[in-house]
């Protein structure tokens, strides 16, 4: 049997975005532990010319709802990117969830074979398969942004391991 285009996508991006959710609980309590101010800790950045924590997890949560849903064929919920707090995140990581919980695994069948249009960042437009737009862009962009959250917070002292990026599978 064939892994469908579902599987092979809305497990992992939930998998993944509770375990984001559990580091942001984490990096919470660490905060509030060393009287950190959270705003800092969600500022914070492993070198000037990235995008802060607080950005690392809504491109996650952008991923997460974007690729699923170009691969079921429904329009992709957009977000304010206003979120400033750990509460805020967290409930933007759960309404992504929500979202991509809500799309039927019957309008992913055959979106290994559609045509997915990209614009990423330029004003060039590039056409890819539904299988190789999750495979080979959705996933690894996703996982960038999630392994860079992760890498900030352990990088300020959050005592995070391996187990707490991959969550609960």
Known sequence: ??????????????????????????????????????????????????????????????????????????????YDDAEQSFAELQ?????????????DAAAFDGSEDRTILLRPGTPKERSISGQGYLLHYGLPQFFFHVTTAYALLRHNGVELGKKDFMGAY
């Open 1 to 78: 049997m064939s892994l469908s285009m579902h599987a092979a996508s809305v497990p992992v991006f939930k998998q993944l975005l509770a375990s984001l959710g559990d580091l942001l609980g984490k990096a919470e309590a660490h905060a509030i532990e060393k009287k950190i101010d959270p705003a800092v800790l969600l500022q914070t950045r492993l070198f000037p010319d990235m995008f802060p924590l607080v950005r690392q997890v809504q491109i996650a949560c952008d991923f997460a709802k974007s690729v699923p849903a170009r691969l079921a064929g429904v329009d992709v919920p957009a």
């Open 91 to 103: 409930a933007r990581i759960s309404r992504t969830v929500a979202f991509i919980d809500g799309l």
